[in-house]
Structures are given as C-alpha cells and as structure tokens.
C-alpha cells in the first residue's frame, strides 16, 4: 500500500517511465536493509550479516563503504561553511550559502530515508540511536530553514550559521565515532557499498532546501521529497553557485 501511495506521488509529478530504478530505490521500504542471519538473545527481527574478523576489517578500510561515503559528505558541509565564513564578499557568501544548504539538506534526508532504516534493522537498540539522529536532524532543519532565508551581510547572518555548525559538530562526531561504526559492524563490505550507492543514487531525487515540517520517516517522507524536489530544483536553476568544480548544480547568474 505504501509502494502504491510513492508510486502515486511520483505520477503525479510527471515522473517518466524511464527511471524506474530511481524510482523503486525510494520507495522501497527497506525490509531487507541488512538482515541475514537473526541476533542472538533477540526478541526482535533485528538481523545482520555473518561476518568474519576479516570481513570488519575490509568494511572500515573500505572507500566505498556507507560510512565513507558519508564521512566526504560531513567534509563537504565543514568547507563550505568555512567557505561562507572567510568569504570576502556578500555575494560570494551567498553562493556558499546556497551549496550549504544544498548540500546538507540532500545528506540530511538521504540518511534519514537509507541509513537510519538500516540501523533500526541491522543494529542492537538501533531504532533508539535511528530515532535520536531523527531528532538531532530536526534541530538541524529549523535552523537550516531559518539560515537559508537569511541575505548574507546581515547581523544575524554569522551566528545563525555557527549556532548551526556548532550542534552539528557534535552529530556528526557522534555519528562517525559510534553509529557508523556499529552499522559497519553489521555489514558485509559487498552490502555497506550498496547502501552507499543507494545512499548517493537517493540524493539525486531529494529535495535541496530544508523544510522542517516535512515528515522525517519512509515512506512518507518519500512522498513528501517526490513532491517537493522538483519544485526545489527547479529554483535552484535561478540560484547562484561557487565558481569552482564541486558536485554542486551549474553556477546562475548574480547573487541570489
């Protein structure tokens, strides 16, 4: 039923028949994130991968794996805030401020929609730790959605992003030094790199501003993002960018 109400959200918006994969990697429901063999000593239908020692060692050496992907998106975000902070100008700091917001708004939903799915399945007491990164994240969306209606050279400009930065930090520390790992504990290197290609194929459809008020869970906030990324995208055509090679969309015009 929930497949059905994506599928329907998707029509609506006109989505062509000749993206079916794309399609079904957001939608899908995540049932067989990671499981294989059930935990012991569990109630739950929590199940992981059969790993070896040497499997755990291939996974967090790995450049492909899900945390890595996700640790080059963490230092992604850290430049262009230092970038929007040395930036000289206010029209330089504009088109970092847009990548930023860009970029951390894309992560933020991907994780949510790929990531947290498999911990709540893959990890013991995952669904706490999914749900506590869940509410981390909202805090991160109010302040982003407060941040990216800002104009660069306001007094408020400045701070709003470091009160921003600073909560941040400590996420992301938590993330990479505790949650990541635990995942990667659970995965096989051969699945860790599926969910980071699926982690990075779901950023190509999210939505690229923040909007707190959207539902933070699939599959609603699946249809939800279908609906509201093309109307995201579509203004980030008229928006300026950095002028420099980065996975940002194409540079516009003046400042904006």
């Given at each position: 039923?929930?497949?059905q109400?994506?599928l329907?959200?998707?029509r609506?918006?006109?989505?062509r028949?000749?993206?079916?994969a794309?399609?079904?990697?957001?939608?899908?429901?995540y049932s067989d994130s990671?499981?294989s063999?059930?935990l012991?000593?569990s109630?739950?239908?929590?199940?992981?991968d059969k790993?070896?020692?040497?499997?755990?060692?291939?996974?967090l050496?790995?450049?492909?794996?899900?945390?890595?992907?996700?640790?080059d998106d963490h230092?992604?975000?850290?430049r262009?805030?230092?970038?929007?902070v040395?930036?000289s100008?206010?029209?330089?700091q504009?088109?970092f401020?847009?990548?930023?917001?860009?970029?951390?708004?894309?992560?933020?939903?991907a994780?949510?929609?790929v990531?947290?799915?498999?911990?709540?399945t893959?990890v013991t007491d995952?669904?706490?730790?999914?749900?506590k990164?869940r509410?981390?994240?909202?805090?991160t969306?109010?302040q982003l959605y407060?941040?990216?209606r800002?104009?660069?050279?306001?007094?408020?400009f400045?701070?709003?992003?470091?009160?921003?930065m600073?909560?941040?930090?400590?996420h992301?520390?938590?993330?990479?030094e505790h949650?990541?790992?635990?995942?990667?504990?659970a995965?096989l290197s051969?699945?860790?790199?599926?969910?980071a290609?699926?982690?990075?194929l779901?950023?190509a459809?999210?939505?690229?501003r923040?909007?707190?008020?959207?539902?933070?869970?699939p599959?609603?906030e699946?249809?939800?993002?279908?609906m509201t990324?093309p109307i995201?995208?579509?203004?980030?055509?008229?928006?300026s960018?950095?002028?420099?090679?980065s996975r940002?969309?194409p540079?516009?015009?003046p400042?904006?």
């Amino acid at each position: 039923m929930m497949l059905q109400r994506c599928l329907r959200a998707s029509r609506l918006l006109g989505a062509r028949a000749s993206m079916p994969a794309a399609r079904m990697t957001l939608c899908r429901l995540y049932s067989d994130s990671i499981g294989s063999n059930s935990l012991p000593n569990s109630k739950s239908k929590t199940a992981r991968d059969k790993r070896t020692l040497e499997d755990l060692k291939q996974t967090l050496t790995q450049t492909d794996s899900i945390s890595s992907v996700i640790r080059d998106d963490h230092q992604e975000i850290q430049r262009y805030y230092e970038k929007i902070v040395k930036a000289s100008d206010p029209d330089e700091q504009r088109r970092f401020q847009n990548a930023f917001v860009w970029e951390l708004t894309r992560h933020a939903i991907a994780e949510e929609l790929v990531v947290y799915p498999a911990i709540e399945t893959g990890v013991t007491d995952g669904k706490i730790m999914a749900d506590k990164d869940r509410a981390e994240h909202q805090v991160t969306k109010d302040q982003l959605y407060k941040f990216q209606r800002m104009s660069p050279g306001g007094a408020d400009f400045i701070p709003a992003l470091e009160a921003l930065m600073k909560d941040l930090k400590i996420h992301i520390q938590e993330e990479e030094e505790h949650d990541l790992v635990k995942l990667e504990e659970a995965l096989l290197s051969t699945r860790s790199k599926a969910l980071a290609e699926q982690f990075e194929l779901t950023k190509a459809f999210t939505p690229t501003r923040s909007h707190p008020s959207a539902p933070n869970k699939p599959p609603y906030e699946t249809a939800v993002g279908l609906m509201t990324a093309p109307i995201d995208r579509l203004r980030d055509i008229f928006r300026s960018w950095p002028d420099e090679p980065s996975r940002k969309p194409p540079s516009g015009g003046p400042a904006r």
